[in-house]
């Protein structure tokens, strides 16, 4: 190996390290081939949508949790819902879109109108949730691509499901504004803190 002093060692070392990988790879693959499937694995279709919907949830249960119940009926300007609306509203949603996906039709359980105090509301947010986790369970990927009636038109199961994550993101933006006016850390900025 002449010549260039160490640079032999590096690229031996460099072949050994990429030889360790790829044994370690097929290792894992072959292990994961021969384990005892419990579940099968969801769809990329389905899990990926599904990955963002539990994103979204946590944050929003996680908001929850740290907004004092003093602060539910805190609302920046008289226009715009409370705190507490917003979470009640939050949990309609999940019933509207869900609803359409799964059962073909709005769910109205009327939580915004119905629910008062943090605890009313955040019991009505972690069942709508929960009617929502069983929908994509039902999911499969041919029911998911079903096109079915939603505001006046028809659109994918699954394409419900993903307006029903921008439309749960779009009032978590309003409840980050307000945690960040009263001085709470919203839980999606926790990690660069």
């Given at each position: ?103 073909g039709k709005v769910v109205d359980k009327g939580v915004e ?34 096109l079915v009636s939603a505001f006046g038109q028809k659109a994918t199961r699954i394409g419900i499901l993903d307006f ?30």
């Amino acid at each position: 190996m002449g010549g260039s002093g160490d640079g032999g060692n590096r690229t031996i070392i460099v072949l050994m390290k990429k030889t360790c990988f790829a044994l370690f790879v097929l290792a894992g693959s072959l292990a994961a081939q021969n384990a005892p499937k419990a579940e099968a694995p969801r769809s990329a279709l389905i899990g990926t949508s599904q990955g963002f919907y539990s994103f979204a949830k946590r944050n929003i249960l996680r908001s929850a949790d740290k907004i004092p119940d003093e602060l539910w009926s805190f609302r920046p300007t008289p226009e715009v819902r409370t705190i507490g609306q917003l979470f009640a509203h939050i949990a309609d949603g999940q019933y509207e879109f869900c609803g359409m996906a799964v059962e073909g039709k709005v769910v109205d359980k009327g939580v915004e109108k119905s629910a008062k105090t943090k605890a009313e509301i955040v019991a009505a947010l972690k069942d709508a949730f929960a009617y929502c986790d069983a929908g994509y369970a039902k999911l499969t990927d041919a029911s998911a691509v079903e096109l079915v009636s939603a505001f006046g038109q028809k659109a994918t199961r699954i394409g419900i499901l993903d307006f029903n994550i921008t439309h749960t993101y779009e009032h978590y933006g309003n409840l980050v504004t307000y945690m960040r006016i009263k001085g709470i850390v919203p839980p999606s900025s926790e990690r660069s803190q």
